[in-house]
């Protein structure tokens, strides 16, 4: 029986094993992604969504714009299944609903679907948990088809899939950020930060061919950026190679992984004909120049793009200093997240006032004027700034479409943490409890060493009352069981880290 698996472009496949079939995050729309500023690369517009339409299962591996394509899923039969893993966040599930999907079944890792005829697909969400995204894998009759795109897996999780000893592996060398974009660096500081982003991702994408080895391997590149009247194949020069480019690449440095690689175009299909032999691959370039095809995409989607910005400015009001100091109070609000930021911020509109935080000491200070320099200068429209207190944007948004220009005097991850996840309060949440501060406190008969800040908004517990084993934080009144595993008694559902618990000494 013929199988086949087609690229999509990015990181997109319909995937046919057998009489089995599963869509993977199709992204086809020419409006990009991103408010337009991310473009698939090769152009895949010639390709017909409708062709796609009569699919009984979607699989979508992420929220993000580039996966969850909503102009693309807009036209799908709502009667289609949609699978999906099981983030703690439920934001992908809520965007498939309010779409009008009405079966979107969450899957745990690792939890087999059946797809029917004897075929089953399975999901691996993202080893950092906060990064949403997801590998599918595909089986029937021994054949196995990972489709891992953009998804970072730990080593082993990789074991996992070479164990089941994949024909073909989808893998991309990309990823869901805005570094080092987004930052203002001198030329010479860029080249830096590129070369050593493209070594991270790189050794990554190695890691995952040789850990998953599979037979054969579709390198997938990056998007291509749509900033100004430039239009390149990545954040920065040469950050996110295309997949010419990265099968050159890895040519060049793991030559024993290239011997494996095979590259498939938008429409391009691996195939397999019966139930033995090998999947055949032939990639069918669709341009000569790549420069002329880009300059091509762009001049026919730099409309759209400059379209859909200028119909978000429509809808933008006047920025009160009152509404946007309001704005970062709340922002800010969880001191787990601040305590140690120590630092001067300033957010600028280009074309407005400023507004200073001194996370330097306690209370921390909201300012409309300051006589020193920041060392963290965000910059950014009023109008991106009104639609984010409306609600109709997110700092997310902001940062990945390029709109926000931060210049910064060293990294903080816990500052950009604020304006890369607050959007999403279980995904915050998530990354706030990743490496939590801890804290030695006592009751009368016992110590314990447990998660200094309350995880209802992150107050510090060095003041809290102890009774009995039982915490209270004097800042909301939630209370916590010390003595069996810091379990939530008043308040909500989220625990408190216990670390350690052990006699006082006499």
């Not at 409306?390 to 903080?412: C, F, I, N």
């Amino acid at each position: 029986m013929r199988s086949t698996v087609t690229f999509l472009g990015h990181s997109g496949l319909d995937v046919r094993l057998g009489s089995s079939r599963v869509v993977c995050d199709p992204w086809l729309s020419t409006r990009g992604a991103y408010l337009g500023a991310w473009q698939q690369f090769p152009d895949n517009s010639r390709l017909e969504a409708s062709d796609l339409h009569d699919t009984p299962v979607l699989f979508i591996g992420s929220p993000r714009p580039d996966h969850l394509d909503v102009e693309t899923l807009r036209a799908f039969p709502r009667t289609v299944q949609v699978i999906v893993p099981a983030f703690r966040t439920r934001r992908l599930v809520d965007q498939l609903q309010q779409l009008g999907f009405g079966t979107v079944v969450e899957l745990a890792d690792w939890q087999p679907f059946d797809l029917g005829a004897g075929a089953q697909l399975t999901v691996v969400a993202s080893s950092t948990k906060h990064v949403l995204a997801a590998t599918a894998i595909v089986e029937l009759d021994g054949q196995v088809v990972v489709n891992q795109n953009d998804c970072p897996l730990d080593a082993e999780a990789l074991a996992q899939l070479a164990a089941k000893k994949p024909a073909l592996h989808v893998v991309q060398l990309s990823g869901p950020s805005y570094f080092p974009a987004a930052y203002d660096f001198p030329p010479d500081q860029m080249g830096v930060e590129i070369e050593q982003a493209l070594a991270r991702r790189s050794a990554n994408f190695y890691e995952a061919v040789a850990g998953v080895t599979a037979r054969r391997v579709v390198p997938v590149g990056g998007p291509c950026f749509l900033e100004g009247r430039t239009f390149q194949s990545g954040a920065g020069e040469g950050l996110l190679p295309d997949a010419d480019e990265l099968l050159a690449k890895t040519a060049r440095e793991r030559p024993e992984l290239a011997e494996r690689m095979r590259l498939l175009y938008p429409g391009d299909a691996a195939t397999l004909d019966g139930d033995g032999g090998e999947w055949q691959l032939a990639g069918h370039k669709p341009y000569d120049d790549k420069a002329r095809h880009l300059e091509q995409q762009r001049r026919a989607r730099q409309p759209l793009a400059d379209g859909l910005l200028a119909e978000l400015r429509a809808s933008a009001e006047p920025v009160e200093i009152k509404d946007l100091r309001s704005h970062l109070r709340d922002l800010f609000q969880f001191e787990d997240m601040t305590w140690d930021l120590g630092l001067l911020i300033q957010v600028r509109l280009a074309d407005g006032p400023s507004m200073w935080i001194d996370f330097r000491k306690k209370p921390y200070r909201f300012l409309t004027e300051s006589e020193e320099a920041a060392s963290h200068v965000l910059t950014v429209d009023s109008a991106w700034i009104s639609l984010v207190l409306q609600e109709k944007l997110s700092w997310h948004d902001l940062l990945m479409a390029g709109l926000v220009s931060l210049h910064a005097e060293r990294g903080s991850e816990k500052l950009m943490a604020h304006f890369d996840f607050r959007h999403d309060a279980a995904l915050f949440d998530l990354v706030r409890w990743l490496n939590p501060a801890l804290i030695t406190l006592q009751d009368e008969k016992m110590e314990y060493v447990c998660q200094r800040f309350c995880p209802h908004r992150g107050r510090d517990l060095e003041y809290a009352v102890i009774e009995r084993g039982v915490l209270t934080c004097t800042a909301h009144g939630w209370r916590f069981d010390l003595r069996k595993g810091g379990k939530c008694l008043w308040g909500g559902d989220a625990p408190l880290i216990v670390k350690e618990i052990r006699p006082l000494k006499a």
